[in-house]
């Protein structure tokens, strides 16, 4: 199985630049690809960005341009800078990661909350 942990959220101002991160543990040399998500209040949580070994990586429309998803496989990390953030940036972000069957390991994490407030 693979465990996976998110950290690095916060309050930002409107235009900061956040790093949040994901740590996986466990079986990852079964890890294919993997996403970050986010869940606003009130709404459906949504797909933001996800990366995949030799594929360029997807980003929803919103955040094309602001947001960059990257991967260190040595330490198992998965990372996401997020430049010129919006308040509607504001959510509890998440992260999963996939075999090589497109299916997601075990269940959500608890996420972690980035508020954009000034």
């Known amino acids: 199985q693979v465990q996976l942990t998110e950290s690095g959220g916060g309050l930002v101002q409107p235009g900061g630049s956040l790093k949040i991160s994901c740590a996986a543990s466990?079986?990852?040399?079964?890890?294919?690809?993997m996403g970050w998500y986010r869940q606003a209040p009130g709404k459906d949580r949504e797909v933001v960005a996800l990366t995949s070994p030799g594929s360029n990586p997807y980003y929803e429309d919103s955040v094309k341009g602001r947001f960059v998803v990257s991967r260190d496989n040595d330490k198992n990390i998965l990372y996401l800078q997020m430049n010129n953030l919006k308040p509607e940036d504001t959510a509890v972000y998440y992260c999963?990661?996939?075999?090589?069957?497109?299916?997601?390991?075990?269940?959500w994490g608890q996420g972690t909350q980035v508020t954009v407030s000034a």
């Open positions: 466990g079986s990852t040399d079964s890890i294919n690809a």
């Open positions: 999963r990661a996939y075999d090589k069957s497109a299916k997601p390991f075990g269940s």
